[in-house]
């Protein structure tokens, strides 16, 4: 059964930094890609970043030179550092897990794909940018 549990969500200034963690369990989290998704209140999910197992990432253009995916696979830890954060920034952020294919892949090298590309999901945490 496989489990995604984000933390370090939380209230900051436009301009200043935070990380996100989400650790799996359930998996061998090297075998899987691994993204960042967001939703705005009132708004649908949208991707922000993506880190397959080889370690490729793609970024949303709007958080491209601002976030950082990362993933410590010897520690079951995925990371997405923000700066500079803005006011468009604010949403709930929830960390995604799907098992490594040729298919993903390739939609990963082409971009972020939509969040039904992925199944496993975690419960989401909260930044608010103001």
């Known amino acids: 059964h496989v489990q995604l549990v984000e933390s370090g969500g939380g209230s900051v200034q436009a301009g200043e930094s935070l990380k996100l963690t989400c650790v799996p369990s359930?998996?061998?989290?090297?075998?899987?890609?691994m993204g960042w998704f967001r939703q705005p209140p009132g708004s649908e999910r949208e991707g922000v970043a993506t880190i397959d197992s080889d370690g490729s990432t793609t970024y949303a253009d709007s958080v491209k030179g601002r976030f950082t995916i990362s993933r410590d696979n010897a520690n079951n830890t995925l990371w997405l550092e923000m700066s500079s954060l803005k006011e468009d920034d604010c949403a709930t952020y929830y960390c995604?897990?799907?098992?490594?294919?040729?298919?993903?892949?390739?939609?990963?090298?082409?971009?972020?794909?939509?969040?039904?590309?992925?199944?496993?999901w975690g419960q989401g945490t909260q930044v608010t940018v103001s």
């Open positions: 359930g998996y061998t989290s090297s075998s899987y890609a």
């Open positions: 995604a897990a799907e098992a490594s294919s040729p298919l993903l892949t390739a939609l990963l090298a082409l971009g972020i794909p939509s969040p039904g590309a992925f199944t496993n």
